[in-house]
């Protein structure tokens, strides 16, 4: 594992999305797993202003997205297929029909689970998994407690990331309470693992994770045993 540390939220920023640029540059049609929340925006930011100035081609490149809630329908703000076309897929040249998301709002969840693990499959893996890390060690919607060998599947949303996540919401009651996330299993399938994290606040969970055991009370923990993980974090290293 590598641990870099960054001068503040762009470098962080920055350095993640050289990553990320080099990976494009170097396998232009590779699979990348991104992941929504605050901690990307910069990074995705980034990546915009270097497609713009002409140095990245997203016309290979197939994303698959983390998670995504369940019950909120794709064109509303609060969905993450909405987060990550904003901030990203409607800003490069990226082809529509190279954008995977789960499926919130299917019927039948299960079999979108299951269906949005053979897509990835027949892509032949995710080559770079973008992460952030939960307040409470979670990794995609892989909430403390989560077995580490689950495919992609439904999850009751942790209190605390309900929470966590009710700023982007009128009110804590708005907030979903589940939503279908990339399981342990095929993230830690993904050939290399980006995981950035911000702020001082994250810290004590950082500090599990990477340092603590490998237990599925810190999700995240797991990485420790990924043979490819890149950890770019500003402010959360003890
Ligand atoms: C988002 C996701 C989550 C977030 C995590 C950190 O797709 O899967 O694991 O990465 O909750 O969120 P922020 O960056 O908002 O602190």
Redesign the pocket.
Known sequence: MKIIRARDYNDMSRKAANIISAQIILQPGCVLGL??????IGTYEQLVRWYDKGDLDFSGVRAVC??EYVGVPRGDPHS?RYFLSSCLFDCVNIRPENVFVPDGMAGDLAAECGRYDRTIASMGGIDLQL?????NG????NEPGAAFEKDTHCVRLAES?RR?NARYFDNMHLVPSKAI?LGIKPIMQARKILLIVSGEDKSYVLEQALLGPVTPRVPASILQLHPDVTVIEYGAMP
């Open positions: 992941c929504s929340g605050a901690t990307p983390l998670d993450f992460l952030g890390l939960g307040y979670h990794i995609g919607f990331t966590a996330t």
